[in-house]
């Protein structure tokens, strides 16, 4: 299983960006994919989560009703929208995915895929 992160980039407060994560050897409707970011010198966090169907979607509080989530699974990629973007959404994000279902899919355990990062700068 690859998974290839991009759409990264340099953009100003308040505006938008949108990621993409392309996988290959699975198929591309199973199991969920999710959105983590690592800002310098922190942690790596939760940031948003989709189910296989794309019927559920997951957020952390601190980007709910900033980023959307979704998916199209005929192009086997999953997308990041980002809007109102503010400076402490500066990070590295990488895009990951389980090999099993019903789990908690902001716990960054249960994803055993993951991206290579795409790195996010948020100018003030």
């Known amino acids: 299983v690859q998974l290839q992160a991009s759409g990264g980039g340099s953009v100003q407060a308040g505006g938008s960006l949108r990621l993409s994560c392309v996988a290959s050897?699975?198929?591309?409707?199973?199991?969920?994919v999710g959105w983590f970011r690592q800002a310098p010198g922190k942690e790596r966090e939760f940031v948003a989560a989709?189910?296989?169907?794309?019927?559920?979607?997951y957020y952390a509080e601190s980007v709910k009703g900033r980023f959307t989530i979704s998916r199209d699974n005929a192009k086997s990629t999953t997308y990041l929208q980002m809007d109102s973007l503010k400076p402490e959404d500066t990070a590295v994000y990488y895009c990951?995915?389980?090999?099993?279902?019903?789990?908690?899919?902001?716990?960054?355990?249960?994803?055993?895929?993951w991206g290579q990062g795409t790195l996010v700068t948020v100018s003030s």
């Open positions: 990951a995915k389980p090999k099993v279902y019903g789990i908690d899919l902001t716990q960054q355990a249960v994803y055993p895929y």
């Open positions: 050897g699975i198929p591309a409707d199973s199991y969920a």
């Open positions: 989709v189910t296989w169907s794309g019927s559920k979607s």
